[in-house]
């Protein structure tokens, strides 16, 4: 299933199996993992320090590196464009699979 696919998911278990396949790319993963901890660095920051405007910053730190990793090293559109929710969960359980040894890192 490529990313152009019009599939319509009726569940996050039907989705992830498209969700891995179209974040096949090394490098690509690494900098969804890279954006996640860094939005979860930035919201923990925001929390300690109550400097609420770094939270404007959440979905350029997410965003931008896994949209890097699409265009440039997977070349393909991110997930987020055509399934926004399950993309998000999707980038979180990914994470989650590789610290636990799911997937590789």
């Not at 730190?61 to 969960?89: D, I």
Request: proline share 4%.
């Amino acid at each position: 299933m490529s990313a152009e696919t019009t599939a319509r998911f009726n569940s996050f278990a039907e989705f992830y199996p498209y969700y891995l396949q179209e974040h096949s790319n090394d490098v690509c993963r690494r900098l969804h993992y890279v954006g996640s901890l860094l939005v979860l660095s930035i919201l923990a920051y925001a929390i300690v320090t109550q400097q609420w405007l770094w939270l404007v910053a959440l979905p350029f730190a997410g965003y931008g590196f896994a949209w890097v990793g699409h265009f440039v090293f997977e070349k393909n559109k991110p997930a987020t464009f055509k399934y926004p929710l399950y993309s998000l969960m999707g980038d979180w359980v990914m994470l989650k699979d590789a610290f636990t040894g799911r997937i590789r890192f």
